[in-house]
């Protein structure tokens, strides 16, 4: 036979995706013999052409087309905000640029983000390449490295920023961009050749800032998450002409709603107002109109969703939408006209609704209120605007919020009292000092008008047989339900197993232990049993509120989940054009599933620079003494937060005395072997601050307090588990009897005195 040219040869893989390997492109084409050199031969010209990529030692994929089924490795996000990334071979990425689109199917976990491999179903649509995961397969650390950049006899190196990261990089002078002693660096890995020896070479791709710097904190976290801070121009754009979308609105510039907020907040999405009536109250609650603004589709909107969420650092705010917005045209501003979206709510004297519809209007705020000026004025100390408006306004509020408190009373949520602290900057930056949050009756107040909006929008959605995406907390699992009752059977409590979890239960606990010896130990144990919030388009209910339905409404500025249940509202409800489209109400499941992942990456954002600007705040009280609570427990040692500062340290397991230290994961306590001595969480312990990584955000302790005695009824049950000091395996009981052995992993004299001689 003549053997086919080129183009054959390429037709041939284009039609046989998955034929790869020279083997099955020659099988395929029935080559054989000799002819197989002059098949080699032609793929290697394909490659030079770039037709073909090589993906492994003796394998090939077209250039402009990736295989039908293939591992993804996912690499970036693009300026529209969707996840890039390319199939992979055993050579590496190959091929063109394929956009994430979802997963295959149910989503069964997290969705990929840069640096996760996975196995996707990938088709063409519109001239782009599209991937739907089946599975994650691989979740990769970044290649690069934030951290410090430093100077020493031998060159430079930067360490991470990350507790979670090992590796350094060493950094030669051609390779630094311009960097200094204690700047704050990314770098990524210089390619070194197939063999290398010693410390890794990396190079400088930017320079974020210096460790002096006051916001270092969170220039890290906004870094190391690929949070987004730069407002690309065409979403500046737009937010600087915005224009709300036409709709009819309903005039409520008449009713002096007002809002009620942080001090220092700069947005203001939400208002109140309510009135008596003659059997009941009437309550308004007025939510910024951001869907007006941001619609479908818009640059605007394609950044809001990229966002997922604005992001609060202690010393500044990553925000969802543009300045010009979130701030100004969007936000409720004192004495001027805005868009709004309102529900109008009717309560009987008893707190339970009667009815609600939702208004799509005009407003103008009669005040801009701190919690602490409307909690002055209803305790009897008026001033300024809140003391004009303590009689047609304030007290019609603490009058409806009385009412509510009867029904929420009632239902029961879960009451977890934690405390929040707040880190304080002076004008420079520095930390001036960390305060305690106070928590106001005006906190509730708000809180509980924003809960009975959330419902009343999930309600008229479900009653729309609308789409939506609801706010969901699902009952804690029977194994944390169950690990939860054998903790209480340590310190003598009950709990029955078997029944539905309820939270009048978790809270006539609570009342019960209030103030006592165990009170914070079984408090941070109930925390620990719940369940995490997120969004989806399934109801699961929420069990932190005790509530059947409950979506997001009521903060459209700051969460795109709020926008999505807006325009939901818009669409099923008439009241305008720029509505939920049928296309985005296809792909709420996705949506969802992202935003879920944004507020997590936010939230981890938060908290690592948090624990950093802790750490700097201590930097200098090294050797200090501080009383503390035991807030986790583990085989490697105690973590404890230090009172009145929130900061969380670490003791190790070997420097708390020289006993020998067993975790007791029932107790979730650290016990002495022999005198049953224990460490337990929720103890109040004395420590001294040992270490400070302000880079890291970690602090050192050192145990001061003697450990308690052991509890009765456990110290036999610990002495007949230590019997003979026989460290246990981990994951069973300690062995006993001869052991056995696989016949496979003997060496082979052994086997030869295993076997079995004649029969007699």
């Known amino acids: 036979m003549t053997f086919p040219d080129k183009q054959t040869v390429l037709d041939y893989i284009r039609d046989n995706p998955t034929a790869t390997t020279k083997q099955a492109i020659a099988k395929g084409l029935r080559v054989k013999g000799e002819e197989r050199n002059v098949l080699r031969a032609i793929l290697k010209e394909l490659e030079a052409d770039g037709a073909l990529e090589r993906t492994g030692k003796r394998a090939w994929a077209q250039a402009d087309r990736p295989p039908p089924t293939g591992i993804v490795e996912f690499t970036r996000i693009d300026k529209n905000g969707d996840l890039i990334g390319k199939s992979v071979g055993d050579n590496g990425p190959f091929g063109p640029d394929i956009t994430y689109a979802g997963p295959s199917g149910k989503p069964k976990g997290k969705a990929p983000a840069v640096g996760d491999r996975a196995l996707c179903k990938i088709n063409e649509h519109d001239g782009e390449w599209r991937a739907r995961a089946i599975t994650i397969i691989e979740k990769r650390l970044s290649d690069r490295l934030i951290g410090l950049y430093s100077t020493g006899p031998r060159g430079g190196k930067v360490s991470p920023s990350s507790r979670k990261e090992r590796r350094e990089f060493v950094i030669q002078e051609a390779d630094t961009l311009g960097a200094k002693d204690g700047d704050l660096v990314i770098a990524e890995p210089k390619p070194q050749g197939r063999r290398h020896y010693g410390p890794e070479l990396g190079e400088i791709t930017e320079i974020i800032g210096h460790i002096s710097d006051p916001r270092s904190a969170s220039l890290l976290a906004i870094h190391a998450h690929d949070i987004p801070t730069e407002f690309p121009q065409a979403v500046l754009d737009q937010a600087g002409d915005a224009v709300p979308a036409p709709s009819e609105r309903e005039d409520l510039t008449q009713i002096p709603l007002i809002t009620i907020d942080p001090h220092d907040a700069r947005d203001h999405d939400d208002a109140v107002y309510a009135e008596k009536l003659d059997d009941g109250w009437r309550v308004i609650v007025a939510i910024a109109d951001v869907a007006a603004y941001v619609t479908e589709g818009s640059p605007l909107d394609k950044e809001a969703y990229k966002r997922g969420n604005s992001t609060y650092f202690p010393d500044r705010v990553v925000p969802m939408l543009p300045f010009e917005l979130s701030a100004d045209e969007c936000s409720l501003r004192e004495d001027e006209p805005r868009c709004t979206l309102a529900v109008e709510m009717i ?173 914070q130990m079984v408090t941070q144990m109930i925390l620990r049993t719940q369940a995490q919030a997120i969004y989806s388009e399934e109801n699961l209910g929420h069990f932190g509120l005790n509530l059947v339905r409950y979506a997001h409404f009521t903060s459209p500025i700051r969460r795109y989940a709020d926008l999505i249940v807006h325009r939901a509202l818009i669409s099923s409800l008439k009241l305008g054009p720029d509505g939920l489209s049928k296309e985005a109400a296809s792909q709420l499941e996705q949506t969802a599933q992202h935003i879920s992942d944004t507020e997590r990456r936010s939230m981890a954002a938060e908290r690592e620079a948090t624990d950093r600007y802790l750490a700097i705040f201590l930097k200098d009280r090294v050797d200090a003494e501080f009383d503390g609570r035991i807030t986790g427990v583990t085989g490697s040692g105690l973590f404890v937060q230090l009172a009145g500062i929130g900061a969380d340290g670490f003791i190790p397991i070997s420097s708390i005395s020289k006993d020998y230290w067993v975790l007791d994961t029932a107790a979730m306590a650290l016990y002495a072997r022999g005198s049953g001595e224990t460490y337990s969480l929720g103890q109040i312990v004395r420590v001294k601050l040992k270490e400070v990584t302000p880079l890291k955000g970690g602090l ?61």
């Not at 004008?427 to 305060?435: A, C, Q, Y």
């Not at 509980?448 to 959605?461: D, G, K, P, R, S």
């Not at 699992?477 to 690990?483: G, N």
């Not at 610990?718 to 992993?745: L, W």
Request: glycine share 8%; net charge positive.
């Open 347 to 519: 309560f009987g004297t008893d707190g339970h609704k009667r009815s609600h519809r939702f208004i799509r209007g005009m407003m103008k705020s009669a005040a801009k209120l701190s919690y602490e000026e409307a909690q002055a004025a209803i305790d009897g100390k008026p001033g300024g605007k809140a003391g004009e408006l303590l009689e047609p306004v304030l007290k019609p509020l603490w009058g409806a919020y009385g009412a509510l408190c009867k029904a929420r009373d009632k239902r029961a949520p879960l009451d977890l009292d934690l405390p929040e602290r707040r880190i304080k900057f002076d004008d420079k930056g520095e930390i001036e000092g960390i305060v305690t949050k106070e928590r106001l009756e005006a906190h509730r107040l708000i809180e509980e008008f924003m809960i009975q909006a959330n419902v009343a929008a999930a309600e008229t959605l479900e009653r729309q047989k609308s789409p939506l995406i609801y706010r969901v907390h699902d009952t804690p699992t029977d194994a944390k339900i169950a690990a939860f009752a054998e903790f209480l059977q340590t310190i003598e409590l009950k709990w029955t197993i078997g029944e539905r979890p309820q939270t009048h239960k978790f809270n006539k606990l609570i009342g019960e232990l209030k103030d006592g010896e165990y009170d």
């Open 700 to 760: 050192l302790l050192e145990m001061l307090s003697e450990p308690m005695p052991a509890p009765e009824g456990r110290a036999e049950q610990r002495r007949a588990m230590d019997i003979g000091n026989v460290p246990r395996r981990k994951g069973g009981p300690p062995r006993s009897g001869k052991p056995k052995f696989n016949k496979k992993t003997l060496p082979k004299h052994k086997r030869k005195s295993k076997a079995k001689g004649p029969k007699r």
